[in-house]
Each structure stands twice: as structure tokens, then as C-alpha cells.
């Protein structure tokens, strides 16, 4: 007996000296995180989800993309299956590890308010485009870990509080003092004056897609171009860089690598898109696509609404997937047209003559972002319609739109805002079979969410319009 109790007093001692020791301490385990680190692994999954998984998917219910009659257009653009997920891994892998390095950076003695600012700019960022995907989100009880089933915020509610999150981290930059740097700062390097033209961009973009639903934000719009301070050269930009490397390729051309055996044979060319290159005269046509194998030399035959395919179909240029070309998030060519929009609808001084040339300015960038040579981007900028009260709404959208051609999210939000429901710039049909009767306006919510969160909205259609979509 006495042995007994022995043996018990000696196993709780123990227990005891084990707790207060360093013995059961995994010398391996982190005990706390660089928010560079979390930045740099957010950016990766963000610009992953837009050049990859929101890519197809959203360029096929946008019609700016066919499918190649690999399921049929009806069912290519109204399949939900491939960006539920994304939905997911932009809270997880994105919002939630920005949301960590905010707190250990502002945490830090003294804080790191340039890192805080960068991550804000790219929380601002992910949270807007995730709204114009699916209309009203988490977001004020989002990637907090604090609260189990988080309410979906309006989404007038959410973009109003991006403005909100970029002004915060505008007033936090310096550009003198160091945030996130190269390597973890995959954008700039940690060039602070260029993350604030970004951030003033990304501000004007978000405005835009508010104004037609929140006339106030033309006054917005206005004050932002009155203080500039926006991007203003290609080399303001804002790209995610891939490589011609093992493991740092675009994933669109890792896709056609590994799946396809490098032959393009998953995107093509749409009639929407295919229709207004041609009445434009536009000179992007080769080099937005290349002719189907068994076509001519400079035959393009773009697939009908139904999806008619044969080997003559033209398909979406191999030299878009190509494996270091980088993911736009935002382009130069992009800040120019918005700037011709601003003044053109009367938000910023200037008139038609200096709408006009803003306009023709982005034209001439976004030409040449796609590799048509200088000389004949020049002669078809300058040869553009100048910009009148009657055609500004009209020729503004044609070019907006064709401009976003590789970046099928913006190019979705472009399209929706381009005109009152069934006036939209380019025209577009309802595919024949398609399981609703209007254009795809909306992502719906994936099915944890719905059957995880009570919060989350119901009775939504893909055809039901958002907020913002007037």
C-alpha cells in the first residue's frame, strides 16, 4: 500500500516538474508569425483563385469566353461546381491571414504601419471583389475567428466600408518608412508611393461600381481625380509576376501543360466578343485568338450561342497563356478609360475634347498590352469616334470591356454596370437550355455556407440582380 501511494505522489510530482520544464515544448513550433510571410502567402492565393479558379468559370457565364463544346455554353455558364470553393479559400487562405498580420503588426513596438496599410489595400481589395462576385457577404464579423456564424452584410454596406479600409491605409503610408518588402511584397517590392496610387486606383474602381446605384459617389470619383496621386504609367501597374519556371508558371498555361498537353483546346472564341472586334474594325482579333486547326490562315469562326463546334473554331491566343505573363490586377490602360469616364459624365472638369483624349489613350495602352504593334495602336486610337453627349455611354463601355478581355472578374462587374438590365454593352442572349431566364448576375453561395451559416440569404437566383447592378 504504502508503494501505491508512492507511486501516485511521484507521478503527479512529476507531472508537475514536466509542466513547469521546457520538456514538452516543441522546438519546431512556431510561436509567432512574420505578417510578411502571411502577405506574401495571401497574394499567392488571391492572384491563384483570379487567374485560375475564377478565371474559366467566370469568362463563360460572361460570355467573353466559349467553352469549345466541352460541356455546351448553357452548362458552361451557369456551372456554379468550380468557384464555390473559391469562396472558401478567399476567406481562409486570403481575408483571414491578412486579418492576423494586421493584428501582429499593429501589435509590434513601434508598429508597422506601412505593413498594416498593405494589408488593408489587399483586404480592401479581396472583400470588394468578393461582393461584386456574390452580392451581399461576411464582412463586419468576417475573419475575426470570434464569431461562429457571421451575418451577411449589405453589399452597399461592404463596398462603402472598402472605401473606408483604403482610407485608413492611406493615412497610415510613409512612403519613406519600410513595410513589406521583396521577396514577401509580390506586387511592389514595398515601394510605398506606388501601393498608394494603388490604392487610390483600386478606390476609384470600386467607386465606379457603386455610382450608378449611389449617385454621391460622382462627387467621390471627382475629388479623386482632382487630387491624383492614381496610377499613371505601365509602370504603376498592379501585377502579380509568374515565370518561365517549374512550380512560378501562370496557372492557365500549367493547366494546358498538364491536362492538355501544352494544346490549347478549353477557350474560345465567343460571339459576343467576336462580333463587336469585328464591327469595331478592331485590330486585337489575332491577338486575342488564333484560327481552329482545321481553319485558313486568319480565319476565325467564332461558336454560336448553342455551341455549334468544329475544328475550324477560333480559339483564345496561346500567347494569353503564356507562362510568365503576369496576373493584372490593375492596368494602366484600365486607369485611362475610367479617367475618360469620369470626365465624360461630368464628375471631373475637362469636357468631351479631354474625355476623348483619355479615352484614346487607354485604347492605345490596351492595345498594346496585348502586342499589336505601335504604329497601328496609334492609327486605330487616333481614328477613334470622339466622345459626345449621344455616344459617349456607348463607345466608353465597348472599349472598357474589350479591355478587360484576360481578366474575366472585372470584366463580369464592367459588364453588369455598361447599361440598364437588358442594354448591357456588348448585347447578350440567354443561352438556349439555360436554367434561368435572365443573364448570370450573381455566383450563388456554396452549400456550407448555406447549410453551415444560418445567416446566409436565401431564395437568391443566379439571375437576380445585386445592388450595385442597375
Same mark, same amino acid.
Given at each position: 500500500?504504502?508503494?501505491?501511494?508512492?507511486?501516485?505522489?511521484?507521478?503527479?510530482?512529476?507531472?508537475?516538474?514536466?509542466?513547469?520544464?521546457?520538456?514538452?515544448?516543441?522546438?519546431?513550433?512556431?510561436?509567432?508569425?512574420?505578417?510578411?510571410?502571411?502577405?506574401? +502567402?495571401?497574394?499567392?492565393?488571391?492572384?491563384?483563385?483570379?487567374?485560375?479558379?475564377?478565371?474559366?468559370?467566370?469568362?463563360?457565364?460572361?460570355?467573353?469566353?466559349?467553352?469549345? +463544346?466541352?460541356?455546351?455554353?448553357?452548362?458552361?455558364?451557369?456551372?456554379?461546381?468550380?468557384?464555390?470553393?473559391?469562396?472558401?479559400?478567399?476567406?481562409?487562405?486570403?481575408?483571414?491571414?491578412?486579418?492576423?498580420?494586421?493584428?501582429?503588426?499593429?501589435?509590434?513596438?513601434?508598429?508597422?504601419?506601412?505593413?498594416?496599410?498593405?494589408?488593408?489595400?489587399?483586404? %480592401?481589395?479581396?472583400?470588394?471583389?468578393?461582393?461584386?462576385?456574390?452580392?451581399?457577404?461576411?464582412?463586419?464579423?468576417?475573419?475575426?475567428?470570434?464569431?461562429?456564424?457571421?451575418?451577411?452584410?449589405?453589399?452597399?454596406?461592404?463596398?462603402?466600408?472598402?472605401?473606408?479600409?483604403?482610407?485608413?491605409?492611406?493615412?497610415?503610408?510613409?512612403?519613406?518608412?519600410?513595410?513589406?518588402?521583396?521577396?514577401?511584397?509580390?506586387?511592389?517590392? +514595398?515601394?510605398?508611393?506606388?501601393?498608394?496610387?494603388?490604392?487610390?486606383?483600386?478606390?476609384?474602381?470600386?467607386?465606379?461600381?457603386?455610382?450608378?446605384?449611389?449617385?454621391?459617389? +460622382?462627387?467621390?470619383?471627382?475629388?479623386?481625380?482632382?487630387?491624383?496621386?492614381?496610377?499613371?504609367?505601365?509602370?504603376?501597374?498592379?501585377?502579380?509576376?509568374?515565370?518561365?519556371?517549374?512550380?512560378?508558371?501562370?496557372?492557365?498555361?500549367?493547366?494546358?501543360?498538364?491536362?492538355?498537353?501544352?494544346?490549347?483546346?478549353?477557350?474560345?472564341?465567343?460571339?459576343?466578343?467576336?462580333?463587336?472586334?469585328?464591327?469595331?474594325?478592331?485590330?486585337?482579333?489575332?491577338?486575342?485568338?488564333?484560327?481552329?486547326?482545321?481553319?485558313?490562315?486568319?480565319?476565325?469562326?467564332?461558336?454560336?450561342?448553342?455551341?455549334?463546334?468544329?475544328?475550324?473554331?477560333?480559339?483564345?491566343?496561346?500567347?494569353?497563356?503564356?507562362?510568365?505573363?503576369?496576373?493584372?490586377?490593375?492596368?494602366?490602360?484600365?486607369?485611362?478609360?475610367?479617367?475618360?469616364?469620369?470626365?465624360?459624365?461630368?464628375?471631373?472638369?475637362?469636357?468631351?475634347?479631354? %474625355?476623348?483624349?483619355?479615352?484614346?489613350?487607354?485604347?492605345?495602352?490596351?492595345?498594346?498590352?496585348?502586342?499589336?504593334?505601335?504604329?497601328?495602336?496609334?492609327?486605330?486610337?487616333?481614328?477613334?469616334?470622339?466622345?459626345?453627349?449621344?455616344?459617349?455611354?456607348?463607345?466608353?463601355?465597348?472599349?472598357?470591356?474589350?479591355?478587360?478581355?484576360?481578366?474575366?472578374?472585372?470584366?463580369?462587374?464592367?459588364?453588369?454596370?455598361?447599361?440598364?438590365?437588358?442594354?448591357?454593352?456588348?448585347?447578350?442572349?440567354?443561352?438556349?437550355?439555360?436554367?434561368?431566364?435572365?443573364?448570370?448576375?450573381?455566383?450563388?453561395?456554396?452549400?456550407?455556407?448555406?447549410?453551415?451559416?444560418?445567416?446566409?440569404?436565401?431564395?437568391?437566383?443566379?439571375?437576380?440582380?445585386?445592388?450595385?447592378?442597375?
Amino acid at each position: 500500500m504504502k508503494k501505491l501511494i508512492f507511486a501516485v505522489l511521484l507521478a503527479f510530482s512529476t507531472t508537475a516538474c514536466f509542466k513547469n520544464s521546457d520538456i514538452n515544448i516543441d522546438p519546431n513550433r512556431s510561436t509567432s508569425v512574420d505578417p510578411a510571410l502571411l502577405f506574401s +502567402g495571401a497574394a499567392t492565393q488571391f492572384s491563384l483563385l483570379r487567374v485560375a479558379e475564377l478565371t474559366w468559370p467566370v469568362a463563360l457565364m460572361n460570355q467573353m469566353w466559349a467553352s469549345g +463544346g466541352r460541356w455546351g455554353l448553357a452548362q458552361a455558364q451557369y456551372d456554379q461546381t468550380r468557384v464555390r470553393s473559391a469562396w472558401g479559400r478567399t476567406y481562409t487562405d486570403v481575408l483571414k491571414n491578412l486579418a492576423v498580420a494586421v493584428d501582429i503588426a499593429q501589435s509590434a513596438q513601434p508598429v508597422n504601419k506601412n505593413a498594416v496599410a498593405q494589408c488593408k489595400i489587399l483586404m %480592401a481589395f479581396a472583400y470588394a471583389q468578393t461582393s461584386l462576385l456574390w452580392g451581399d457577404i461576411p464582412f463586419t464579423e468576417a475573419a475575426t475567428g470570434k464569431v461562429d456564424f457571421p451575418k451577411f452584410d449589405k453589399q452597399q454596406d461592404v463596398l462603402n466600408g472598402c472605401v473606408a479600409m483604403i482610407d485608413e491605409a492611406l493615412a497610415m503610408i510613409d512612403p519613406a518608412g519600410k513595410g513589406i518588402i521583396a521577396p514577401n511584397d509580390l506586387y511592389y517590392g +514595398g515601394d510605398m508611393t506606388k501601393w498608394r496610387k494603388f490604392a487610390n486606383s483600386l478606390k476609384m474602381r470600386i467607386l465606379f461600381s457603386m455610382v450608378d446605384a449611389d449617385a454621391s459617389k +460622382g462627387a467621390a470619383i471627382g475629388q479623386l481625380m482632382a487630387s491624383g496621386n492614381m496610377i499613371s504609367s505601365n509602370a504603376d501597374a498592379m501585377l502579380f509576376k509568374y515565370f518561365n519556371q517549374p512550380g512560378r508558371q501562370n496557372p492557365r498555361f500549367s493547366f494546358t501543360a498538364i491536362f492538355r498537353g501544352g494544346v490549347q483546346s478549353d477557350w474560345y472564341c465567343s460571339k459576343p466578343v467576336y462580333n463587336l472586334l469585328v464591327s469595331l474594325k478592331d485590330p486585337r482579333i489575332p491577338y486575342f485568338y488564333q484560327p481552329g486547326p482545321a481553319a485558313a490562315a486568319n480565319e476565325y469562326i467564332a461558336l454560336d450561342p448553342v455551341e455549334t463546334y468544329t475544328t475550324k473554331s477560333a480559339l483564345v491566343n496561346m500567347n494569353l497563356l503564356k507562362a510568365d505573363l503576369p496576373e493584372v490586377s490593375f492596368s494602366y490602360s484600365e486607369q485611362l478609360l475610367f479617367e475618360a469616364e469620369a470626365i465624360a459624365r461630368g464628375f471631373a472638369p475637362g469636357g468631351f475634347e479631354a %474625355a476623348t483624349t483619355r479615352m484614346r489613350a487607354g485604347v492605345r495602352e490596351s492595345l498594346l498590352s496585348f502586342g499589336v504593334p505601335a504604329a497601328e495602336a496609334n492609327t486605330y486610337a487616333n481614328g477613334l469616334p470622339a466622345l459626345n453627349a449621344a455616344n459617349f455611354k456607348t463607345v466608353l463601355a465597348q472599349q472598357q470591356y474589350l479591355d478587360l478581355f484576360m481578366r474575366p472578374v472585372e470584366g463580369w462587374v464592367q459588364h453588369r454596370r455598361s447599361g440598364a438590365i437588358g442594354q448591357e454593352i456588348p448585347a447578350m442572349t440567354t443561352p438556349t437550355g439555360a436554367p434561368v431566364a435572365g443573364l448570370v448576375r450573381r455566383l450563388l453561395y456554396r452549400s456550407e455556407e448555406v447549410s453551415s451559416n444560418p445567416n446566409t440569404p436565401a431564395g437568391i437566383t443566379l439571375d437576380t440582380p445585386q445592388w450595385f447592378d442597375k
